[in-house]
Nanobody, 122 residues
């Protein structure tokens, strides 16, 4: 069983940056893809970014493309989401998910972390 732990959230002013981490523990030997999703109050969870096992494929939502990057360190079983030029509308709880295949859909991931809060002030 895999456990995912997100970290790196916090309060930042608009235009600032944060780097989120998603650390996996447990049965981590199988190849997997990782996705980042976010959920703002009163809204459904939405896709943010995803990265394939070897990092050769990445995808971003239109709202974050050009501002966010995703990377991974398989030796550390950790995936990073670098968020630059943050906007108040990026405020949400950010979750990472892990699945067997690369996907931009929430149902493509079967293990989830507890989430980390990102708040961007104007």
């Amino acid at each position: 069983q895999v456990q995912l732990v997100e970290s790196g959230g916090g309060l930042v002013q608009a235009g600032g940056s944060l780097r989120l981490s998603c650390a996996a523990s447990g049965l981590t030997t199988s190849p997997y893809a990782t996705g980042w999703f976010r959920q703002a109050p009163g809204k459904e969870r939405e896709f943010v970014a995803a990265i394939s096992w070897r990092g050769g494929m990445t995808s971003f939502s239109d709202s974050v493309r050009g501002r966010f990057t995703i990377s991974k360190d398989n030796a550390k079983n950790t995936v990073y989401l670098q968020m630059n030029s943050l906007k108040p509308e990026d405020t949400a709880v950010y979750y990472c998910g892990r699945g067997a295949s690369f996907s931009i859909r929430e149902k493509g991931y079967d293990s989830w972390g507890q989430g980390t809060q990102v708040t961007v002030s104007s």
